[in-house]
């Protein structure tokens, strides 16, 4: 088991990055269940309770040996790296805490994995994605929901979960909508005329009276509509249209960052739309090239002129 010790530092820990950090509650749940699973493990390892002390006397032997336990046909590289990634930075703040040196457990290597860039839509493949949807429900209002909210995705660039998260109160949409995104993180986010007047032709025709703090879109029975839902109408619209899978929900927020960046808009503001704590992280959205990179670099820079 855990000592006392060791589980204490840990909820301390987590404090903090909830207070300091503006983790997210999930965030904090994936850190408590890492670092816990590797504080049982080396209990077990070491055959001792895991002191404060003990912890401070880890080596790479003891680390290669978590790894190669934790790694299995559930757990593929990329969950490995959050996983060390949870652990190094429990440790970190540990080491400085106590006054040890981590280099053992900061050393260690995650292992290599291939990041899968999005792949955003065409503009053609995203306008015939909208227009099919509309087509494709037996109730007008339904229709005119979906087309809505994808319009949300594609023209704001939100996420679905963003999208669906809007209230009666926020309706009629304004020139600019405030955004609160992963982490507790607010952004301002242009609304185009196009994507204001999809929400106002939903709320014509949706039989359910709009209320300031339910949500806005609704499920056919009135209730709040989940992401599930949407995610259904694109996969029927998608084999209809002969898109590839990745043509879902998220792709229509790459789309935007995508073609936003294709009419000359700036990496940095595209970032600042999207909500992304890293450029790197838009940089993969957009899934530009370095050709594209140096291009608007070499138009805007001080010293290309």
């Known amino acids: 088991m855990i000592s006392p010790a060791a589980r204490d530092a840990l909820a301390t820990w987590l404090d903090q990055q909830r207070a300091l950090h503006g983790a997210a509650e999930n965030t904090v749940t994936a850190y408590r269940g890492d670092v816990a699973d590797f504080l049982a493990f080396m209990t077990s390892h070491k055959a001792q309770t895991q002191g404060l002390g003990a912890l401070a006397q880890i080596t790479i032997s003891d680390m290669r040996a978590w790894m190669a336990r934790t790694r299995g046909p559930n757990v593929g590289p990329?969950?490995?790296?959050?996983?060390?990634?949870?652990?190094?930075?429990?440790?970190?703040?540990?080491?400085?805490?106590?006054?040890?040196e981590p280099t053992a457990v900061l050393s260690t290597r995650a292992p290599k994995f291939t990041k899968k860039l999005p792949r955003p839509l065409a503009v053609d493949a995203a306008r015939a994605m909208i227009d099919c949807v509309e087509l494709q429900s037996r109730h007008p209002w339904v229709a005119a929901r979906d087309v809505a909210v994808l319009t949300l995705l594609w023209g704001c660039g939100l996420r679905i979960s963003e999208a669906l998260g809007l209230k009666g109160a926020d309706a009629p949409l304004p020139d600019a909508l405030r955004i609160t995104g992963k982490g507790g993180k607010e952004r301002v986010v242009?609304?185009?005329?196009?994507?204001?007047?999809?929400?106002?032709d939903y709320l014509r025709a949706c039989p359910y009276p709009r209320e300031d703090t339910a949500p806005l879109f609704r499920a056919v029975r009135g209730g709040a509509l989940g992401p599930r839902a949407i995610s259904q109408v694109m996969s029927q619209a998608r084999m209809q249209l002969g898109l590839p899978a990745s043509a879902t929900p998220h792709a229509m927020r790459h789309s935007f960052?995508?073609?936003?960046?294709?009419?000359?808009?700036?990496?940095?503001?595209?970032q600042e739309l999207l909500g992304?704590?890293?450029?790197?992280?838009?940089?993969?959205?957009?899934?530009?090239?370095?050709a594209r990179l140096l291009e608007v670099y070499n138009r805007a820079h001080p010293k290309a002129g």
């Open 78 to 100: 990329r969950s490995m790296a959050r996983k060390l990634s949870a652990v190094k930075a429990f440790y970190r703040w540990l080491a400085e805490r106590e006054g040890f």
């Open 276 to 290: 992304h704590a890293s450029l790197s992280t838009t940089q993969a959205y957009t899934a530009v090239d370095t």
């Open 190 to 200: 242009p609304v185009l005329p196009a994507a204001r007047a999809a929400v106002e």
């Open 257 to 270: 960052a995508t073609h936003l960046l294709d009419a000359g808009g700036d990496l940095r503001a595209i």
